[in-house]
């Protein structure tokens, strides 16, 4: 499979845990999204990197809420201390706009839903 | 910043007709509008798209219109198939590459 893998696709776990996450993007893009969602409502941005520059943040993401991208190719989102409001699918997308063609479209991910209880 | 509002929120349809979801945006300088179908627990996935030099696009049963001038795109589905039925969103893309979403709207296919 070539697209934009997550792992893992579920987790549980309990107030106060931490939690990470994994996202594997396409290969030959070099921007990483993440998004956040809820039942009903739209993605949420969160976050986004341009190879291993973290570019743009949004309000959304406290501090409890980490991202990076060390080697500008897979990225990891940690939740510190976990809340039952985190409880969402996580979303990661991948473009790839210099690239002729993809004209930046952002590809998705099957997400990892999260639990909190 | 851009804002992106989309109608209806639910629209259900007869199998057969056509369905038309209508979004506007608020930022001018937006130059990508894509959108995404997505089901019950899965990902949003890209179904077609337009940029802003192009007024309408067609891609069998699907197309989009774009109004630069009244900031206004629209989604149009003929002959709907209960497999239509899904949460579209639109979305459009500023020059930093940030997608700002639509409500969505839950496309509801009567057999």
């Known amino acids: 499979d070539t697209g934009v893998s997550q792992d893992p696709r579920h987790k549980i776990t309990k107030r106060g845990q931490n939690v990470t996450f994994r996202c594997d993007p396409i290969s030959e893009h070099n921007r990483l999204y993440w998004y956040r969602q809820t039942l009903g409502q739209g993605p949420e941005f969160l976050t986004y990197?341009?190879?291993?520059?973290?570019?743009?943040k949004s309000r959304l993401l406290s501090d409890r809420f980490s991202a990076e991208r060390p080697k500008g190719s897979f990225s990891t989102l940690e939740i510190q201390r976990t809340e039952q409001g985190d409880s969402a699918m996580y979303l990661c997308?991948?473009?790839?706009?210099?690239?002729?063609?993809?004209?930046?479209?952002?590809?998705f991910g099957p997400g990892t839903r999260l639990t909190v209880l | 910043g851009e804002n992106v509002e989309q109608h209806p929120s639910t629209l259900s349809v007869q199998e057969g007709d056509s369905a038309v979801i209508k979004c506007t945006y608020s930022?001018?300088?937006?130059?990508?509008f894509p959108w995404y179908k997505q089901e019950l627990g899965k990902r949003p996935q890209l179904i077609i798209d337009i940029r802003s030099n192009v007024g309408e696009k067609k891609d069998q049963r699907i197309a989009v219109t774009l109004n630069k001038t009244a900031k206004h795109f629209s989604l149009h589905i003929t002959e709907t198939q209960p497999e239509d039925s899904a949460v579209y969103f639109c979305?459009?893309?500023?020059?930093?590459?940030?997608?700002?979403w639509g409500a969505g709207t839950k496309l509801i296919i009567k057999p």
């Open positions: 997308a991948s473009s790839a706009p210099r690239l002729a063609g993809l004209r930046g479209t952002q590809y």
């Open positions: 979305a459009a893309i500023h020059s930093n590459y940030q997608l700002i």
């Open positions: 990197f341009q190879n291993e520059a973290q570019l743009e």
């Open positions: 930022d001018s300088a937006s130059n990508y």
